[in-house]
């Protein structure tokens, strides 16, 4: 991915119905760019512990629950 591309895709609105098509999942990168705060702090407060939503550490890499991101935004998750 280019630098332009990276940049476009920090700067991407989210929608609604753009979070909820994140499906159960996603990474760290993309869940500070949904609450909008900057890599280094959501890496920095994963490790202190101190990230806005329960993260699970799985090896080197953290998985951030799409359920626990919308719940913070205050959305309701989508029925099952």
């Known amino acids: 991915m280019g630098v332009a591309n990276a940049t476009a895709e920090a700067h991407t609105e989210w929608t609604v119905e753009r979070v909820r098509s994140l499906g159960v999942r996603t990474d760290l990168r993309t869940a500070c760019r949904v609450i ?6 959501g890496y920095r ?3 202190n512990g101190t990230f ?3 993260l699970i550490k ?3 890499n953290y998985v951030v629950p799409v359920a626990r991101l919308l719940d913070l ?6 029925a099952a």
Do not use: C, D, H, Y
């Open 52 to 54: 806005p939503v329960r």
């Open 73 to 78: 935004l205050g959305i309701e998750a989508p």
């Open 58 to 60: 799985v090896g080197r």
């Open 45 to 47: 407060m994963a490790k």
């Open 36 to 41: 909008g705060i900057g890599e280094t702090v």
